[in-house]
């Protein structure tokens, strides 16, 4: 699953720095939880957590079933 998590997270990351920002991915947990680091702008934005359950996780969701969550550490 993580290679099916790298693979859609290039599709987000353009997105993210086109506004200064990245996203890293830092683990994918057994039990479908992925753990992301917001970078750049995005790591200090006020609206990083939207950003994070509104776009990432949602994008995720949508192309992995298996993802049930995503985490920013």
Partial sequence: ???KVEAALKNIRP???ADGGDVQLVDVLENGVVK????GAC???PM???TLKFGIEKYLKEQ???VREVQSV
């Fill in 36 to 39: 992301v680091k917001l970078t």
């Fill in 64 to 66: 992995i079933p298996e």
């Fill in 1 to 3: 699953m993580k290679n």
């Fill in 48 to 50: 990083a957590q939207m």
């Fill in 43 to 45: 790591g200090s934005c």
């Fill in 15 to 17: 997105k993210l720095q």
